[in-house]
């Protein structure tokens, strides 16, 4: 399984890889480097992969996602760098859901802030120019870099989010 973090902004595919150990799942807290006490996370819109996959057309790419969630990639406060995304914990993913039919995700942070995105032909683009590159497997994720919302956070403070109505990412910063 591959986490991956896509761009198309430029017109053309972007990619940063991040690895398992990255990952942080089922809503643990997500523990600072010694020495920090404030969070900078950047929430992006993810889909998994339901089939395996290679060189998929754009018409047939929304058959190859089942399901969506947000993911918080803790962005230090320093100049983003390649080694930033190999922390463990780096990247924090929520539970996952229906990938919304119309296309619409509402994002909703416990501070009151709101987004809202039509992503309906952006994640079927990002998912077939991947598979150019790489076999799509199960399991694998895919976040869209170009669409995000920043939240910041404190140690002991709870981070919270909502995607259409349904809270999907809530863990504790350590």
């Not at 683009?125 to 976040?143: F, P, Q």
Request: proline share 5%.
């Amino acid at each position: 399984m591959k986490t991956l973090l896509v761009s198309l902004a430029t017109g053309r595919l972007a990619l940063r890889q991040v690895p398992d150990s990255a990952l942080l799942t089922r809503n643990l807290p997500l523990f600072l480097p010694e020495g920090r006490t404030d969070a900078r996370l950047r929430v992006m819109p993810a889909v998994r992969i339901s089939r395996l996959g290679l060189a998929v057309p754009e018409k047939f790419a929304g058959r190859y996602f089942d399901s969506a969630t947000l993911t918080a990639l803790n962005v230090p406060s320093l100049p983003a760098e390649d080694t930033d995304l190999v922390a463990d914990n780096a990247l924090v993913a929520g539970e996952w859901g229906e990938v919304p039919d119309d296309g619409r995700w509402t994002v909703e942070s416990g501070d009151g802030r709101r987004a809202e995105w039509n992503l309906a032909d952006t994640f079927v683009r990002a998912v077939a120019a991947v598979s150019e590159r790489s076999t799509l497997k199960t399991g694998d994720i895919i976040a869209l870099a170009d669409f995000t919302i920043d939240v910041d956070a404190r140690t002991d403070e709870r981070v919270a989010l909502g995607l259409n109505g349904r809270q999907v990412l809530n863990f504790k910063i350590k």
